[in-house]
């Protein structure tokens, strides 16, 4: 870990692997609180869906990150990384050890890495903009575009990064600097985290097993009648928060267009589909330690991480 930076225990891996069993077991042992790291718990409504925590163990377990926003609005990639970021801090200041657990890489990536600018304020009028030049004339012309005004952002992005490349031009139109500048400007400002990785991984087959076993739970505990919820609400399958796996199902058999069956075996695939996207972004994530966990009681994983995060803060404190 880099000298001054506060190192943060992150419990990774796809989704049905464990790992809000393991970030419970971790809270109760180390003191802790939990901040989620999903895309889709950020949103109010949506429950059943998103597998969100009950209630009842987010009254005894505090979490953070979870019901932020309406269906309808906008959560970033960086409105994540300030939230978690303050809640680090908050979590710390009161003695207690803050556990990210959840399954969205880009979240982790904008927390711990340089990708995201703190403190930079969106534009949706300008974006929109931009995004319609993009579809226009395509992709080139404005990433030769930020080569001109940004070479050191536009070497560390890919030319069809459609977010990122319209961000940067967005950023350099409004405040008149470019994603470098403000960055170098920035860099004290920086919360100094570092991650520590534990992952979970029950291998593909019991992984796959795990997912429709979760989903059928789902479809049979009121899931179908969530979706229906959100749509008379107004929450319309064009949102994007509908459009994740299983609601936007949901949604196309509530309207007629597939079978309730059809849904439920779409939201399977895709989820399994999800779930190898995943441990294709974890299996890059570093320093990370990677735990077995098929047939293996949680509470043996969580013993281990604790005598390993105890281990390590004592070396921290020369103990």
Not at 259 to 276: C, M, N, V, W
Request: hydrophobic share 35%; net charge positive.
């Amino acid at each position: 870990m880099n000298e001054g930076y506060r190192e943060i225990l992150s419990v990774i891996g796809p989704t049905a692997s464990g790992k809000t069993l393991l970030s419970l077991e971790l809270a109760r042992r180390l003191g802790g609180e939990i901040i989620s790291v999903d895309s889709r718990q950020v949103y109010r409504f949506m429950d059943i869906g998103t597998d969100k925590i009950s209630r009842e163990i987010r009254e005894e377990i505090p979490h953070h990150l979870i019901d932020v926003v309406d269906p309808d609005e906008t959560f970033s990639a960086a409105d994540f990384a300030a939230g978690a970021a303050r809640a680090v801090e908050e979590i710390a200041a009161r003695g207690r050890v803050p556990i990210l657990a959840g399954g969205t890489p880009f979240y982790y990536r904008a927390l711990f890495s340089d990708i995201i600018d703190f403190g930079v304020q969106r534009w949706d009028d300008t974006r929109r903009e931009y995004e319609k030049e993009w579809d226009q004339r395509g992709s080139d012309l404005l990433y030769r575009k930020l080569e001109s005004l940004d070479p050191v952002y536009a070497a560390k992005v890919h030319r069809n990064d459609r977010f990122r490349v319209i961000r940067a031009l967005s950023i350099i139109d409004r405040t008149g600097k470019n994603p470098t500048t403000i960055r170098r400007e920035g860099q004290g400002r920086r919360p100094c985290f570092a991650p520590l990785y534990v992952g979970l991984y029950p291998g593909r087959a019991e992984l796959y097993r795990k997912i429709g076993e979760r989903v059928r739970e789902q479809f049979s505990s009121g899931y179908p009648e969530e979706v229906r919820s959100l749509l008379d609400r107004g929450y319309g399958p064009d949102l994007p928060s509908m459009r994740g796996f299983g609601y936007r199902e949901l949604a196309a058999f509530h309207e007629g267009k597939i079978s309730l069956e059809e849904a439920l075996e779409g939201d399977i695939r895709a989820t399994k589909a999800f779930s190898r996207r995943q441990m294709t972004w974890f299996r890059r994530f570093s320093p990370s330690l990677w735990y077995y966990v098929k047939g293996v009681p949680i509470q043996d994983i969580a013993r281990k991480v604790v005598d390993l995060w105890e281990a390590r803060k004592r070396g921290q404190q020369g103990i």
